[in-house]
């Protein structure tokens, strides 16, 4: 199938083409005409969707921009102020015509006539959201999303001086890849100090954030926020079970195997005992890998790679290059983290990362890419609706391209030596962040089934879940105080609850999509772009399957990836 980058904004037929929302008042007369409209036929039914899905499209997109300007810029008010009026005036206004229109939608005898296979999973999650729906819980629902933002802003300020310069703790972590261990440990623990700073800030926000998260779900009817999350994430083909079947999976299969990395770690440097700031270290005489200078750079390098890969993937970068949909670069004042936004009515999406010149940058940026080949892909699709995918199927267009785009890692390393260093460092990443996924999903799943917890147990828990999958090669004696706040740094827990295990499920896809494409380039290639290609029209095990991927969370399958991972780093060698 030919795929083109060549994206459209969506035509506006039911909004006019200059329509802004700059308040409530402009938005409501167009949720009443779909309220108040008489739906006589299919043919009525499907002009209806068509318009819901427009303004649906055209709200999305205006509250995204507010939220990528407030995160480029934690510092200006004038942005401050606009994500937080939509948040508080505007979305809240909103929920209770979207839960009526819903209602509307499922009670209208030509809803049961539309085609069971192409709408399945939209009338799915429409039934979930009223289920879900309580007036109480709308006022809840704006201050958690104008809280949830105060992270960022608080992160955003976090500076250390480095040989007296000041940098963000993005950029400072480039020092701790330094071949000298002194200035490694120095700036490791500026970085903790600094964030120590905050640690009272951050419990007593991430408090308040429990508290009300707690509330929303009492009022809906649910023991724990925990399992109404589930339910609000539409985690319809996986439970709380198989995630406590992933986090035992991690023990058994990858903990091993990051003892030995660490081993050879400790060995490689030459020391007799490895220490936090040692794990990213390369060897005296041996410089870090710098994969570009700057933003610039970074782009047109990640360009020249989707190209390798084909074409089409290159244009979708290009275009949003073209659209100035890119902001890279780590600097004072910008939210931490990086993110791809899709932009509904746009299509093109914006992509935000903190670079600073590292390996890890690199990873961002292609795994930030393949979230963007996701929304240019989905852009296609007739309703807002169905180009809601899974979040489990959007980490693996995103984990897949770190992997796949590894062999077309050449225009960031022409020396043969440091390529083959940056997919050994790829791979071990690939292996070691699974222990931090369950480690954050476990505690997420503590925090909740226990929301009335002291700030002492909730220390004394976050370690006892630490030191599970912590390796016994890594001495981390003296540094309690670090580690007892090491949780606060996650942003996820603050901003986007119990949205971690999806970056478990979507490893174990991507390690078998680079499966494919180390047997069959080609044909990995195709059934990559044809799973992205039905958004969320299917359900997550038919959007593996599609890609040509099982959806399988056992141990023994677990257990097999890692092997083949472990196969693919012991034969990595310079040619």
């Not at 951050?202 to 009300?212: A, Q």
């Not at 490689?268 to 700057?294: C, H, M, S, V, Y």
Request: charged fraction near 30%.
């Amino acid at each position: 199938m030919n795929y083109s980058a060549d994206i459209k904004k969506l035509p506006r037929y039911f909004l006019p083409e200059t329509f802004e929302i700059k308040n409530w008042e402009v938005l409501e007369p167009y949720f009443k005409n779909l309220d108040e409209r008489e739906i006589n036929s299919q043919a009525d039914l499907e002009q209806w969707l068509k318009d819901s899905s427009e303004l649906e499209a055209a709200i999305s997109e205006d509250a995204c921009w507010r939220q990528v300007r407030v995160t480029c810029d934690t510092e200006n008010k004038e942005y401050e102020n606009a994500f937080n009026y939509f948040m508080m005036e505007i979305q809240p206004k909103i929920q209770p015509w979207a839960d009526k229109l819903n209602r509307k939608l499922i009670a209208c005898p030509f809803t049961k006539e539309l085609d069971e296979k192409k709408y399945f999973t939209f009338l799915r999650n429409i039934k979930k959201s009223i289920d879900l729906f309580r007036e109480e819980n709308i006022p809840l629902q704006a201050e958690l999303n104008v809280e949830a933002q105060k992270f960022g802003m608080i992160a955003g300020k976090m500076m250390v001086n480095v040989n007296g310069q000041e940098y963000t703790l993005q950029q400072a972590a480039k020092f701790l890849e330094d071949p000298d261990r002194k200035l490694r440990e120095e700036v490791y623990r500026k970085v903790n100090d600094r964030r120590l700073q905050d640690k009272d800030q951050l419990n007593e926000l991430f408090s308040s954030l429990v508290d009300k998260r707690n509330k929303v779900a009492h009022n809906a009817g649910f023991k724990n926020y925990r399992d109404f999350r589930f339910a609000e994430l539409g985690r319809f083909d996986y439970t709380p079970a198989d995630c406590f079947l992933f986090h035992d999976a991690v023990k058994q299969h990858v903990l091993p195997l990051i003892n030995s990395i660490y081993e050879g770690k400790k060995k490689k440097l030459g020391l007799d005992t490895l220490r936090p700031w040692d794990i990213d270290a390369e060897p005296q005489g041996t410089e870090p890998l710098r994969p570009f200078k700057n933003g610039e750079e970074l782009t047109q390098k990640t360009i020249a790679c989707f190209d390798e890969l084909g074409t089409f993937l290159g244009d979708c970068l290009r275009k949003m290059k073209e659209l100035g949909h890119f902001d890279l670069e780590s600097r004072k004042g910008k939210a931490p983290g990086g993110y791809n936004m899709p932009l509904a009515e746009s299509g093109a999406p914006f992509i935000f990362m903190n670079a600073a010149g590292t390996l890890d940058d690199v990873t961002t940026m292609v795994h930030e890419g393949g979230h963007a080949i996701h929304s240019f892909l989905s852009h296609h699709l007739e309703l807002s609706g169905f180009k809601e995918y899974p979040t489990e199927m959007a980490e693996v267009a995103s984990m897949s391209m770190e992997l796949m785009s590894m062999d077309k890692w050449t225009v960031f390393f022409d020396n043969k030596e440091e390529l083959v260093r940056a997919k050994e460092q790829q791979l071990e990443r690939v292996i070691t962040i699974l222990p931090w996924i369950a480690i954050i999903d476990k505690f997420q799943h503590w925090v909740y089934e226990n929301p009335l917890h002291t700030l002492e147990e909730r220390a004394e828990n976050w370690l006892r879940i630490l030191n599970e999958f912590a390796s016994p090669v890594v001495d981390n004696s003296g540094l309690e105080e670090y580690r007892k706040y090491g949780w606060q740094r996650q942003l996820h827990l603050f901003e986007v609850p119990f949205y971690y295990i999806e970056y478990g499920i979507a490893q174990l896809g991507a390690i078998g999509m680079w499966m494919q494409y180390k047997e069959n380039g080609k044909k990995a290639l195709d059934n990559y772009l044809a799973g992205l290609n039905l958004g969320g029209t299917r359900t997550l095990p038919e959007l593996f399957s599609a890609a040509g991927l099982r959806f399988d969370l056992s141990p023994q399958h677990i257990g097999s990836l890692m092997n083949f991972v472990k196969k693919e780093l012991d034969g990595l060698t310079v040619v």
